[in-house]
C-alpha cells in the first residue's frame, strides 16, 4: 500500500531566507517496510535513533494568495534547494531532516508515528484555509 504524506518543515526562526513549508513525500511498499525494519533495529540495539541519506521529500511554499486545494492552503513549488536530507526513524517515529543548500541552517520536517503507516488513506498536514465570510 503506498502512502503519501504532506508534513510540515520546520526551520530555526532566526532564519530570514527563503524557506520551505511543507515536503511530500510518496512511499512505496518498500520505503515503507524499510522504515519498520529500522524502527525494529533501533528497538534491538536500543539506540536513540537511525539515521540514512535519503532524497525522497519534495518542497512546496503555502500560497494563501491561490485558491484553496480542496479545503486546505494551496502549495507552490520551493525555489531553494537542500542538501544533506536524511530520514531519522526511532523506536516510534520517524521524520526527515537536513540543511538549506550552502548554508548552515537546519530544517526538519514533523514527526510521523510509526503507526500511520498502517492508517488507511495519506496524511496532510497543511492548514485548512479560512472561509471568508461577507457580511
Known amino acids: 500500500m503506498a502512502k503519501k504524506m504532506v508534513l510540515k518543515v520546520r526551520t530555526p ?3 530570514d531566507g527563503l524557506t ?8 512505496d511498499p518498500t520505503a515503507i517496510d524499510r522504515i519498520r525494519e529500522l524502527s525494529r533495529t533501533v528497538r534491538g540495539l536500543k539506540a536513540y535513533c537511525i539515521s ?5 521529500c519534495e518542497f512546496f ?3 494563501w494568495d491561490a485558491d484553496p486545494d480542496n479545503g486546505l492552503v494551496a502549495m507552490g513549488k520551493f525555489e ?5 536530507n536524511t530520514i531519522n526513524v526511532t523506536d516510534k517515529d ?8 550552502n548554508t548552515s541552517i537546519s530544517w526538519e520536517t514533523s514527526s510521523v508515528p510509526i503507526s500511520a503507516l498502517d ?3 495519506d496524511l496532510d498536514e497543511r ?5 471568508i465570510s461577507t457580511l
Open 119 to 121: 492508517e488507511p488513506g
Open 20 to 27: 520551505a513549508d511543507c515536503a511530500v513525500v510518496e512511499m
Open 94 to 101: 520517524f521524520y526527515w531532516s537536513g540543511n538549506y543548500r
Open 127 to 131: 492548514d485548512e484555509y479560512p472561509e
Open 52 to 56: 540514512e541519506f535519503n532524497y525522497v
Open 61 to 63: 511554499v503555502e500560497e
Open 13 to 15: 526562526g532566526d532564519y
Open 80 to 84: 531553494g534547494q537542500m542538501d544533506c
